[in-house]
């Protein structure tokens, strides 16, 4: 739908976008797909891209309304209108976030029209919305490599590759992310699973694991050695199971929240509280578990290393 009062024209009836787009000393028009008249200066644009100087150029060749010459968008008046606010000096940055449009959507236009200071601003205001992750230990100082590195670590390969395309980051530093990615995944999934099944960080005193008297109740789920006691360990098969499942998921979301979180974490609490023995102060004992099993997470994560390319060939 158009926004703004309809104004007739010579061919049509259009509408003007209102403020900060109605300028009684712009110097062009641009006209929306659907009849739309954003009233702004060239030098907003030009600046932003070299892809207007050519329109602007041509411009005067076709409609001119109040004096100014007509350049026609063939795109829809609300994201046109979110993207001139972001190549707008005079827009607060806060307005031009504001906006009820979809950041891809922005940021996809931006990318049409060359605009790649804004496709980078949009890009990295998307990662900060959608991504609610802290990582244990920050890429350097360096906010765009942070932000690409917690991006990396929570989005589809197809969507993190966006972030070269924009020029966050050198295709160099993304395969580099995409080593580092690699590593904390399977630091993650080595607290979960450890190297022949021994549990160095993890205490022998919970219901799940040890000798259940008549064993009834609660299946086996094999041994596991723990911390440095000698000997295996019997271990229930629900609490393996949550285990195994918690591998799985560390592997594409390695934080320590993963662990805390979710349908299987209470599958585990329903399943464990089914057996006399284990049902005994599980509720309690569970959690506190599943807060060190998460911290130890972090902590595997902490240790992952950012490594450039370069530093990768000779290493």
């Known amino acids: 739908m158009s926004s703004g009062n309809l104004v007739s024209s010579d061919s049509a009836f259009v509408g003007n976008a209102g403020a900060p787009f109605d300028r009684q000393d712009a110097d062009i028009v641009l006209r929306s797909q659907d009849g739309i008249d954003f009233r702004t200066f060239k ?13 602007f150029s041509t411009a005067n060749e076709g409609e001119v309304v109040d004096g100014l010459p007509v350049v026609p968008f063939y795109d829809p008046s609300p994201i046109l209108k979110a993207l001139l606010c972001y190549c707008d000096p005079t827009v607060p940055t806060m307005t031009s976030r504001s906006s009820s449009v979809a950041l891809v959507d922005i940021q996809k236009l931006a990318m049409k029209y060359e605009i790649s200071v804004v496709a980078k601003e949009v890009y990295k205001n998307r990662i900060k919305q959608d991504r609610k992750l802290t990582i244990m230990r920050k890429i350097g100082q360096d906010e765009d490599m942070y932000l690409a590195a917690a991006t990396i670590l929570t989005c589809p390969e197809n969507e993190a590759a966006e972030m070269v395309e924009v020029g966050l980051v050198s295709q160099e530093q993304f395969d580099s992310l995409l080593q580092y990615r690699d590593e904390c995944r399977a630091k993650a999934g080595l607290v979960a699973q450890p190297e022949h099944g ?17 064993d009834r109740g609660c299946d086996r789920g094999g041994t596991i050695f723990i911390g440095n006691i000698s000997g295996k360990i019997m271990m229930r098969r629900w609490w393996w199971l949550y285990m195994q499942e918690a591998r799985r998921r560390l592997e594409k979301q390695p934080w320590g929240t993963t662990v805390k979180t979710g349908d299987f974490f209470d599958q585990a609490l329903k399943a464990g509280a089914r057996c006399k023995v284990c049902a005994e102060g599980l509720d309690h004992d569970f959690r506190e578990f599943v807060d060190i099993f998460a911290r130890e997470v972090d902590s595997a994560v902490s240790r992952a290393r950012y490594r450039t390319t370069s530093s990768l060939r000779f290493h």
């Not at 030098?43 to 329109?55: G, I, Q, R």
């Open 198 to 214: 021994h549990f160095k960080w993890m205490s022998p005193r919970y219901k799940w694991v040890g000798y259940h008297e008549g």
């Open 43 to 55: 030098a907003h644009l030009s600046s932003a891209s070299d892809l207007f100087n050519h329109m």
